[in-house]
């Protein structure tokens, strides 16, 4: 208990506007990082003082946006054939990729339109690879953008609801449920990656 303690003090006292949007960059790639451990603990600590909610929702908006980016942009110009390639490859599984993700989120898009990068933002298993199959169609960027935006911002808002929610009911619940949650969270990021280790020995 106190390696995760002393690990959540220091992942709390490094978490800023501008790691909250790095974080939320990377979580919104293909790398396997829940924003479930990033908005809700910047929320718990917006409700210490130390910063303001509304940024904190800004700026990992605006990061997931950048990630969101990324994966449309490398989409648009490999195109499928490599993409797919990649996917399927052992370092595409590494990163917890696979050609069945990818093509669940390309037949996704194809049912939903444009508007699936608003509403996968809000689906788990979708929301980090809903972009991709956004480049492979070549969707109009500026309402990849729009509606990026607008889903991951409202992904957003809902974890950080939780977060300041927990940081005012702290004591009624427990006084140690923000360790707690980073030590789920980061179990749960560990047993990701040893899951995509043993699929890449598999392969």
Same mark, same amino acid.
């Given at each position: 208990?106190?390696?995760?303690? @002393? ?14 949007? &790095? ?24 409700g210490q003082g130390d ?11 605006m990061g997931a946006l950048? =990630? ?5 942009? &490398? ?20 990163? &917890? ?27 788990? =298993? ?21 509606? @990026?935006?607008?889903? /991951? ?29 980073? /030590? ?20």
């Amino acid at each position: 208990m106190h390696f995760f303690q @002393t690990l959540f003090e220091w992942y709390m006292a490094n978490l800023n506007y501008f790691s909250i949007a &790095l974080l939320m960059a990377i979580e919104s790639t293909f790398l396997p990082l829940p924003s479930e451990v990033v908005i809700p603990f910047a929320a718990y600590k917006a409700g210490q003082g130390d910063l303001n909610v509304f940024i904190v929702v800004l700026m990992g908006t605006m990061g997931a946006l950048t =990630g969101s980016l990324i994966n449309y942009t &490398l989409a648009y110009y490999l195109g499928r054939p490599i993409v797919y390639k990649f996917a399927g490859s052992k370092l595409g599984k590494m990163f &917890l990729l696979s050609e069945e993700k990818v093509k669940h989120a390309e037949e996704y898009f194809i049912r939903n339109g444009k508007t699936s990068t608003f509403i996968g933002r809000l689906v788990p =298993g979708i929301r980090h690879l809903i972009s991709i199959p956004a480049g492979l169609a070549k969707m109009n960027l500026r309402d990849f953008m729009l509606f @990026t935006f607008i889903g /991951a911002g409202m992904w957003n808002v809902i974890l950080a609801i939780i977060g300041y929610y927990l940081y005012a009911v702290r004591e009624q619940i427990f006084p140690y449920v923000g360790h707690i949650l980073f /030590a789920v969270g980061l179990i749960f990021v560990v047993y990701l990656i040893i899951k995509a280790r043993k699929n890449g020995k598999k392969a």
